[in-house]
């Protein structure tokens, strides 16, 4: 397994271009199934997730055509779906496969997908995306740790419902969303997530042919349509890569200069920066940010967009770690999205948890040690806690997790002036 060694205390200036969103691609990827013409999609992150998800769909009988002079540009196209399954081998790698699940079903009439397991964050059940399908008439069993969906009805269509989820779920809102574009009649989503990748999905949707109003709301209202046509789509840019770079600047001092991103989609993220004391300037899609103190301490609740998103709880975590004075972190959205604060521990930092909060104490310096990624967004903390570690040096181990969500990440850091490297194992 590949490692980081991270020599701390270099501050970071230059330019860095962000990916296309991860969690925006997932969702489109998968919304190809729902027609049988080309959906050409730009801007999509070359990111492990996004490479199983593709080996999911060619396993469906989706043909996938790479462009030789982009690799950000690829066509799928689901003409000949010929076995609408996911099973556990990919499914088990990516959880977000569940999302082949609502697209199988509106187009083919049935779909077994393996049911998702619990992964380092959290149970992360998927009982809201089976209720949902079911009360589009779906029949749903779960056997032998697969999901077996089929249509009875005759016309072996989805129908409109109004469906309530219990919580608000980003994949389940996606899921439920693309099953509603095939189905009969209306069906009212309410509860839906409003994170940005949602409505990165329902605009391209409606670029398909779909009718679907209320985009970007807690409610979304879906008019099933006979068919969906092929189109062209440009992946958002992502914004929690793009605030875990700012966390970085923020961590390590310097000047760095964010480009190809959507300040528009991380507001909660921006005005907590500043609170912690980073100069920030935006204009269009580029953010300028300066640091040269040691951040203010900035307490953290993680709450669904547009509020502070817990994929940034862990890069915030580690800003908190060296600054000032004492902060709190509360985690809402997952139960056990703490696995950071041990590895941290190791590296010096002073944090208390009780429950859902975490207690940090900051201190002046962290000091380099081996630690441990345990999920995606817990590895870029401690990139950015290593980063911080002046004059020390931090080896990260298990790092296929950062794969799994950041391009290059080592190489658009080294390019900002940190001493970083990969260690192939
Ligand atoms: C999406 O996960 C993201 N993944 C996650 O990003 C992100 O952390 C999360 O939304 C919250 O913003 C993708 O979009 C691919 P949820 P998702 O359903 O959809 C509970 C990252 O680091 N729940 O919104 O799986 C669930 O357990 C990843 O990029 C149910 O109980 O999250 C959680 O407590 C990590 N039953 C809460 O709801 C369900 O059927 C929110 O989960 C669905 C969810």
């Given at each position: 397994m590949d490692k980081l060694k991270i020599e701390g205390g270099k501050k970071l200036f230059g330019?860095?271009?962000?990916?296309?969103?991860?969690?925006?691609?997932?969702?489109?990827?998968?919304?190809?199934?729902?027609?049988?013409?080309?959906?050409i999609l730009h801007n999509v992150p070359a990111l492990h997730d996004v490479n199983t998800l593709i080996k999911v769909l060619q396993q469906i009988g989706v043909n996938v055509e790479f462009n030789p002079h982009d690799p950000e540009n690829i066509t799928l196209t689901a003409k000949n779906i010929k076995s609408p399954i996911a099973n556990y081998d990919l499914v088990k790698k990516m959880r977000a496969s569940i999302l082949v699940l609502g697209p199988l079903l509106a187009r083919c009439g049935h779909a077994v997908v393996s049911l998702p397991g619990g992964c380092a964050i959290g149970a992360r059940p998927v009982d809201q995306h089976i209720k949902g399908l079911q009360a589009m008439q779906a029949h749903i069993e779960i056997a032998h740790g697969d999901i077996n969906a089929s249509i009875h009805n005759l016309d072996k269509k989805l129908q409109g419902a109004k469906i309530v989820t219990d919580m608000i779920t980003v994949t389940g809102t996606e899921n439920l969303l693309m099953a509603a574009c095939l189905a009969n009649g209306r069906t009212i989503l309410e509860n839906a997530a409003r994170e940005p990748e949602v409505a990165d999905l329902a605009n391209m949707l409606v670029k398909m042919g779909a009718k679907i109003q209320g985009i970007g709301t807690d409610c979304l209202i879906i008019e099933g349509v006979e068919k969906l046509h092929g189109t062209e789509h440009k992946i958002m840019p992502d914004r929690i890569e793009t605030g875990t770079f700012l966390c970085a600047v923020a961590a390590a001092g310097g000047e760095i200069t964010i480009t190809h991103t959507q300040p528009t989609t991380l507001d909660a993220v921006l005005d907590k920066l500043i609170e912690a004391g980073l100069e920030i300037s935006i204009e269009d899609n580029i953010i300028h940010a300066k640091m040269d103190k040691r951040p203010k301490p900035v307490n953290i609740k993680t709450t669904e967009y547009p509020g502070f998103?817990?994929?940034?709880?862990?890069?915030?975590?580690?800003?908190?770690?060296?600054?000032?004075?004492?902060?709190?972190?509360?985690?809402?959205?997952?139960?056990?999205?703490?696995m950071h604060v041990q590895e941290?521990?190791?590296?010096?930092?002073?944090?208390?948890?009780?429950?859902?909060?975490?207690?940090?104490?900051?201190?002046?310096?962290?000091?380099?040690?081996?630690v441990m990624a345990t999920d995606l967004r817990a590895s870029a903390c401690l990139v950015i806690a290593a980063l911080a570690a002046h004059q020390d040096t931090t080896i990260i181990e298990r790092i296929y997790h950062l794969d799994r969500g950041y391009s290059h990440i080592e190489d658009k850091l080294g390019i900002l002036g940190a001493d970083i490297q990969r260690i192939k194992e």
């Open positions: 330019s860095v271009k962000i990916s296309g969103a991860k969690n925006a691609a997932l969702p489109i990827l998968c919304a190809a199934l729902l027609t049988d013409e080309p959906v998103p817990t994929d940034m709880q862990a890069q915030f975590m580690a800003l908190n770690c060296i600054s000032t004075g004492a902060s709190t972190i509360s985690e809402t959205i997952f139960e056990n999205r703490f941290l521990a190791r590296l010096g930092a002073n944090i208390h948890i009780d429950g859902k909060v975490a207690f940090v104490n900051g201190v002046h310096e962290l000091q380099g040690a081996t």
